[in-house]
């Protein structure tokens, strides 16, 4: 999909990314404990970006990565545990950079 129409593939992947609205921010907190105090934080606020540069696509057995400028969108490809017919589940991860 990404080869026939790059527009539409990166439009979608919005969605996938958690930006099912263009107004939607992202809030992300990051911290470490040490001894069950924080002992320090960091916090990402990440917006829409529908100019979203992609800069790779890995394939990885059952894994594909969609590299892209601020983060990698993961998406795997699992078989259903219980299924009446053939069907598949698709995980969705995010990584920041």
Do not use: W
Not at 19 to 25: A, G, K, R, T, Y
Not at 35 to 49: M, P, R, T
């Amino acid at each position: 999909m990404y080869e026939e129409d790059p527009i539409k593939f990166k439009q979608c992947l919005a969605p996938l990314r958690g930006f099912s609205d263009e107004d939607i921010l992202q809030v992300t907190a990051f911290y470490q404990l040490k001894d069950e105090v924080f002992i320090s934080s960091n916090v990402k606020i990440s917006e829409h970006d529908r100019n979203v540069k992609i800069y790779g696509i890995k394939l990885k057995g059952n894994v594909i990565e969609v590299v892209l400028s601020d983060t990698v969108l993961q998406l795997r490809l699992k078989p259903m545990n219980k299924f009446t017919s053939k069907s598949y589940k698709i995980n969705c991860a995010v990584k920041s950079s």
